[in-house]
């Protein structure tokens, strides 16, 4: 987990997303703390050894998923050294020999969810948080967490693991401007004139895959329909306007805790 | 029975057994539209052209086609292989370095040969392998860790295994040889290693070295003006995919790749030869006699390996000896393969890395200032899938990657031997920060990046305008290669896992299987007993489909 700050009278404001903590400040991750020199010094290793095949977001190789902790052979930092110095020639991974303080920092980045200014968001009461997520701000409408079903909206349950504080703060405060792509709300006429709304869970060509506003998992062909839009604004509202900013950092920090069945 | 009596009658009996078997001699290949049932080469012939006279299968009974049979391996990543067909066997590879003879009419195995790479291996973009070459009774195969191995046919045992580079460079080979008369010829990848890239022949009885074309000239040979210092030791300059040959000409065309560091042209500056060019080579010697350039001092990864497609015509009512490409640049080109003019180039996809073209083919360069987008991205307009053209049609068809652009930042990289060496990071440009961008293959069965980010196009292209004739429409990027016939069938795929036949003239879906897998290949067709086949490998099952009877 990241550390319990609270930076920010400006915390709504846009820029501030780019804030980058104090020199010398650590992020300290399943008890290890890596120091913001060594994850910088990682992006850069990262980016220039590791994005050719991982990607910029490091979820390009099936299966893997260094953002959130899901590496093949790898589950814990030890291993995780190994599999980058010992390759997987397989998987057509080569073996890479770093200087220790390159594999340090390259480790230090990875550990740290790829995410160099991860401190700058406010973090509050998780408990508080989820007294907020349950009542006022009204999140139970539409997500469900923890097996709590709810509606349309996607599930968090693991969302503490999925997504960074900044990334949870940017959604809250802006949910179109958030919106994953593929998240995006669909509305669907029939060739017979029923009308049918949800959220795009996979599309190709030819069908489109949805969950609907009544919870149902749907695949529709393309061709059977007589209208077929996908909409970037998020039927999500913002809370800005409607809760503090001590309300949103208790609710990150509650969404942070989320992590998912383990 | 004497001993020599022995030996002797043994002697005869090899000789009678050789006999017997598949002989591709180089006039067997040089003649490939003789015997249509057979795919000799990478390209199906030697001008790349990927169009086959078989016609068995056709616009009127495409829709009749079944599957025929699987093979499935259980390797994972990428499976970008083109298979060779003689006479009714099947010769194929599959990661990391294996090879397989397969009955081509049932697709049971013969045999599997697997060298296993050297941990020293260092490949940038996966264990990949493209396909074997064959001449005589003998395979080739070049490997992860830059060897070039020469099988038995038959059995699949080695005739000979040489080092054709150093692998704890970041050298490696992923591309099909390349047979032509008594040589095997071969490039090395590894462009993004600080590697010097070359092409080179050897003798296809021995292994034994015949010419070495270096990609990139040393001081005192022309061209090496166009480096600083010492850059042009580390410029990269790789072949990773295979060439093409006019006998009229024996001149070989060979696309090279990018200059290292990749993204950062301020640490290289001059025009970096003869990185993202085309090289006509005198094929006895491996002598340059002409080079065009499509990417000075590039910045952007736009590797110019794309198979050099040789296509006769007319050109201004003139007849002419022709070569067409379309770039990862974005820019689709016609050259006069004879000495190299510039003939016609247009941009097939959105392009503002470049203005425009001179009256020379040079780009006008613009680059973007830092943090703005670049289109096309840095996997470009289209990439290592092999393209198609029918002398039919007229037309050109290629895999196109379009609406996709990313954001480069240049770093100064320095050489470490056998290190990556890139210079710099780019990111994909999407509609929200942290949308997933698109990369090489596909991690999921989801497209979570969507449209947003980019899409595909099965495009065909008339190379007498450089504009699209008809463009087939696909939701997510398509890696696929093309397949096209005598009876005016394209057959091609996608990422989304669906095989297609398409009508060649009109781009009209006339066919497809859901096949699940993405097809990163180009298919190819052959027949067996007369009847006609066409191979797709998607995900980790190659399958065969055939007419249903």
Same mark, same amino acid.
């Given at each position: 987990m990241r550390p319990l700050q609270w930076i920010s009278p400006s915390l709504f404001a846009l820029t501030a997303f780019s804030a980058v903590p104090e020199p010398g400040t650590a992020q300290v991750v399943q008890g290890h703390e890596y120091e913001v020199e060594a994850v910088e010094t990682g992006s850069q290793i990262y980016a220039s050894r590791c994005a050719v095949c991982h990607g910029s977001n490091g979820d390009q190789i099936a299966g893997v998923d260094l953002r959130h902790g899901q590496v093949t052979q790898a589950a814990s930092e030890t291993k995780l050294r190994q599999a980058i110095r010992g390759g997987n020639l397989d998987a057509g991974m080569p073996q890479f020999n770093l200087p220790p303080d390159q594999l340090d920092a390259l480790v230090a980045f990875i550990q740290a969810g790829m995410d160099v200014g991860g401190t700058a968001v406010g973090i509050g009461s998780p408990a508080q948080g989820m007294t907020l997520f349950e009542g006022e701000a009204g999140c139970t409408r539409c997500h469900s967490a923890n097996g709590r079903r709810a509606g349309l909206a996607p599930d968090l349950s693991d969302i503490g693991d999925r997504r960074d504080a900044e990334y949870l703060q940017r959604t809250l405060l802006d949910p179109s401007g958030a919106m994953l792509p593929i998240n995006r709300p669909v509305t669907a006429v029939t060739d017979d004139g029923r009308t049918i709304r949800g959220r795009r869970l996979n599309e190709d060509t030819y069908t489109v895959q949805i969950v609907d506003d009544e919870g149902r998992l749907r695949s529709l062909i393309k061709a059977d329909l007589h209208e077929f839009e996908v909409s970037t604004e998020s039927p999500m509202p913002s809370v800005e306007g409607r809760l503090n900013p001590r309300q949103v950092a208790d609710l990150i920090a509650y969404l942070l805790s989320l992590q998912g069945a383990r | 029975m004497k001993t020599w009596a022995r030996l002797a009658l043994s002697l005869l009996a090899l000789l009678h057994v050789g006999d017997l078997g598949a002989q591709v001699t180089f006039e067997r290949i040089l003649d490939s539209d003789a015997e249509p049932e057979n795919w000799l080469t990478f390209g199906g012939s030697y001008t790349g052209q990927r169009y086959s006279l078989l016609n068995g299968i056709s616009l009127d009974n495409v829709e009749d086609l079944e599957l025929k049979w699987i093979y499935q391996n259980r390797v994972a990543g990428l499976w970008e292989a083109t298979p060779l067909v003689v006479d009714g066997i099947m010769y194929l590879t599959q990661r990391p370095n294996d090879v397989l003879a397969l009955d081509a009419a049932t697709g049971r195995v013969f045999w599997n040969y697997r060298h296993r790479p050297s941990s020293d291996t260092r490949v940038c973009c996966g264990s990949n392998n493209r396909g074997v070459a064959i001449h005589g009774q003998t395979l080739f195969m070049g490997t992860l860790d830059a060897r070039l191995i020469a099988l038995d046919a038959t059995t699949g045992k080695e005739v000979w295994n040489i080092d054709v580079a150093d692998a704890r460079l970041g050298y490696s080979i992923t591309m099909a040889p390349l047979v032509v008369k008594d040589m095997v010829v071969i490039g090395t990848g590894g462009g993004e290693y600080g590697i010097r890239g070359?092409?080179? =022949? @050897? $003798?296809? $009885? /021995?292994? #034994? *070295? +015949?010419?070495?074309?270096? &990609? +990139?000239? #040393?001081? !005192? #040979?022309? !061209? %090496? *003006? &166009?480096? *600083? !210092?010492d850059d042009w030791i580390y410029g990269g300059a790789s072949v990773w995919l295979t060439g093409s040959y006019d006998p009229e000409l024996n001149l070989m065309y060979w696309g090279i790749g990018n200059p290292g560091p990749d993204w950062n042209p301020d640490q290289r500056p001059g025009d970096n030869l003869y990185s993202e060019s085309v090289v006509a080579l005198d094929a006895d010697t491996g002598e340059l006699e002409w080079y065009f350039q499509? /990417?000075? %001092?590039? !910045?952007? $990864? @736009? $590797? =110019?390996?794309?198979?050099p497609v040789l296509v006769d015509g007319e050109w201004g009512g003139e007849p002419r000896s022709m070569m067409i490409s379309a770039n990862r640049n974005g820019y689709f080109y016609v050259l006069d393969r004879a000495t190299g003019e510039f003939l016609l180039g247009r941009p097939f996809v959105k392009v503002n890395w470049a203005s425009g073209l001179d009256e020379n083919g040079r780009p006008v360069q613009t680059p973007q200032p830092p943090g703005e987008p670049t289109w096309p991205g840095n996997q470009g307009a289209t990439n290592w899938f092999p393209p198609a053209f029918s002398p039919r049609t007229g037309l050109f068809y290629v895999s196109v990657w379009d609406s996709y652009a990313v954001i480069y930042r240049r770093e100064a990289d320095e050489y470490v031997a056998g290190e990556l060496f890139t210079g710099g990071r780019f990111r994909t440009l999407a509609p929200v920060p942290d949308a997933p961008g698109i990369n090489v293959g596909r991690p999921g069965p989801i497209n979570n990046w969507t449209d947003a980010v980019g899409h595909g196009v099965t495009m065909a292209i008339d190379p007498q305008t450089g504009e699209a004739a008809w463009r087939f429409e696909q939701f997510d990027v398509t890696d696929s290669g093309m397949l096209t016939t005598a009876s005016d069938l394209l057959f091609t795929g996608g990422r989304e896992g669906y095989f297609y036949a398409l009508d060649a003239a009109t781009g009209e879906e006339l066919w497809r299987a859901n096949l699940g897998g993405s097809i990163v290949m180009a298919p190819i067709t052959y027949a067996v007993d007369g009847k006609q086949y066409v191979t797709v490998i998607s995900g980790n099952m190659m399958a065969t489909f055939g007419l249903r009877e």
């Open positions: - | 070359f092409i080179a =022949a @050897y $003798d296809v $009885d /021995t292994g #034994e *070295e +015949i010419w070495r074309f270096k &990609t +990139i000239p #040393e001081p !005192g #040979e022309p !061209g %090496n *003006e &166009t480096w *600083e !210092g499509f /990417t000075p %001092n590039d !910045g952007y $990864d @736009y $590797d =110019a390996v794309q198979v």
